[in-house]
């Protein structure tokens, strides 16, 4: 199965709507949220065409396709504008012979194996690193993305991660879990 999977839209409608053009070119079967889809944060700055409605209305024209999770930006306030569940602190999906933990990042997760993966967003950089009690992988922001690294959203197909610029879908790094 093939996921796209994203992080930190953080209400750029802008962005937004390019994540799901690349959703929809990708053929992927799920799109999956990190979380801090609506709101900017106190510590960001607004990003391009913010706008939390418009951002909410991309999203759930794709709510059959999502799956969520929590960031720590988004609140209760945010389940009564989007379609889908979003209150989730992590889910679990099989890759590659592995568990993907995925989550938003913000919170400790100290039970974790080496064969897990903790998938994850909310320091906004591309990261795939063997740590010592796990591999982590983040998927960068689509919106505000940190340290120099492009808008950017994941590809999970088959065991094969590969980041890509939302503004131009060319990919810029390719892993294998």
């Given at each position: 199965?093939k996921y796209?999977?994203?992080?930190?839209?953080?209400?750029?409608a802008?962005?937004c709507?390019?994540?799901k053009?690349?959703?929809?070119q990708?053929?992927?079967q799920?799109?999956?949220l990190?979380?801090?889809?609506?709101y900017?944060?106190a510590?960001?700055?607004?990003p391009?065409d913010?706008s939390?409605?418009?951002?909410a209305?991309?999203?759930?024209?794709l709510k059959?396709?999502i799956?969520?999770?929590?960031?720590?930006c988004?609140s209760?306030?945010?389940g009564?504008?989007?379609?889908?569940?979003v209150?989730?602190?992590f889910?679990?999906?099989?890759a590659?012979g592995?568990t993907?933990?995925?989550?938003?990042?913000?919170?400790e997760?100290?039970?974790?194996?080496?064969n897990d993966?903790?998938?994850?967003?909310?320091?906004?950089?591309?990261a795939?690193?063997?740590r010592?009690?796990?591999?982590y992988?983040n998927?960068?922001?689509v919106?505000i993305?940190k340290e120099?690294?492009?808008?950017?959203y994941?590809?999970?197909?088959?065991?094969?991660?590969?980041w890509k610029?939302?503004?131009?879908?060319?990919?810029f790094?390719?892993e294998?879990?």
């Amino acid at each position: 199965m093939k996921y796209v999977i994203a992080s930190d839209i953080h209400g750029s409608a802008y962005y937004c709507r390019l994540l799901k053009e690349r959703y929809l070119q990708e053929g992927a079967q799920k799109l999956i949220l990190l979380g801090d889809l609506l709101y900017h944060g106190a510590r960001n700055a607004l990003p391009r065409d913010y706008s939390t409605l418009e951002t909410a209305a991309i999203l759930n024209s794709l709510k059959e396709h999502i799956v969520c999770v929590r960031g720590n930006c988004d609140s209760e306030v945010d389940g009564m504008v989007l379609e889908f569940p979003v209150t989730a602190a992590f889910a679990l999906l099989p890759a590659g012979g592995r568990t993907l933990i995925l989550t938003h990042g913000h919170n400790e997760y100290a039970h974790l194996s080496k064969n897990d993966v903790l998938v994850c967003g909310h320091f906004h950089v591309p990261a795939f690193e063997q740590r010592e009690n796990c591999l982590y992988v983040n998927c960068g922001s689509v919106s505000i993305p940190k340290e120099n690294s492009p808008h950017s959203y994941l590809v999970l197909d088959e065991n094969v991660l590969t980041w890509k610029d939302v503004e131009t879908g060319v990919p810029f790094r390719t892993e294998h879990l």
